[in-house]
């Protein structure tokens, strides 16, 4: 079992709904949780990181964690075409630890 | 400007050749890390560094090595002994050694091609 895994789409959505983003990660003892997002070509980029069970909400981005069903989400509101990336799930297993442990992506495209 | 810089963007290796590859920071953070990501799949960690003078191996270490003479500095070497070394590589940084939250960030990246 992959340590973190995600469904690596390609998952297609209409412009102005709700994109939704999984990933489940095999660490119960797991701390800290991201979201990057990557474009093709580029770099990824931090958009959300998240501690604690529940939602936590950043303009359009709300993260979801359920320590108990290990598992982080990711949705967009009003999915916009510049959404359009692949969508990487990071975890850092221990408290202190430098190892970040990425899944291999969502890929996300928004169709006009 | 603060951030992550990297360079060369592009870098073309003929086989039997080392490569280095620069990443530099002036963030004033401790942590530096090399990862290596292959066409559809996630990041791999190579190398990581905590403090100057001091770095640990990653999960796919061998065929590279590393130096941190300097907080703002951590270049990655791609030795000949790398058997595919065709990849895009990606410098991060995170503030604090022993944090919990680690929030990495990462340079431009460089395209490595073999030829």
């Known amino acids: 079992q992959k340590e973190v895994e995600q469904n690596s789409g390609p998952l297609s959505v209409p412009e102005g709904a709700i994109a939704s983003l999984n990933c489940t990660y095999s660490?119960?003892?797991?701390?800290?949780f991201f979201w990057y997002r990557q474009y093709s070509g580029k770099s990824p980029e931090l958009i959300m990181s998240?501690?604690?069970?529940g939602d936590k909400e950043d303009g359009r981005f709300t993260a979801q964690l359920n320590k108990a069903s290990q598992y982080v989400s990711l949705l967009i509101r009003d999915s916009q075409p510049s959404d359009s990336a692949t969508y990487l799930c990071?975890?850092?297993?221990?408290?202190?630890?430098?190892?970040?442990?990425f899944g291999q992506g969502t890929r996300l495209t928004i169709n006009p | 400007d603060g951030g992550i810089t990297q360079s060369p963007k592009y870098l073309f290796r003929k086989e039997g050749q080392n490569v280095t590859l620069s990443c530099e920071q002036n963030?004033?953070?401790?942590?530096m890390y090399w990862y290596r990501q292959d066409p559809g799949q996630g990041l791999r960690l190579i190398y990581y560094?905590?403090?100057?003078?001091?770095?640990q191996k990653g999960d796919i270490a061998e065929g590279y090595s590393v130096s941190r003479e300097k907080k703002e500095s951590f270049p990655l070497t791609v030795t000949s002994a790398q058997k595919n070394p065709t990849a895009f590589y990606l410098c991060?940084?995170?503030?604090?050694?022993?944090?919990?939250?680690?929030?990495?960030?990462f340079g431009p990246g460089t395209r490595l091609t073999v030829l």
């Open positions: 991060a940084s995170s503030p604090r050694v022993a944090r919990a939250n680690n929030e990495q960030f």
């Open positions: 660490d119960r003892g797991s701390q800290s």
């Open positions: 998240i501690y604690s069970n």
């Open positions: 990071a975890v850092n297993h221990r408290e202190g630890a430098q190892k970040l442990v």
């Open positions: 963030l004033n953070h401790d942590a």
């Open positions: 560094s905590q403090i100057v003078n001091d770095f």
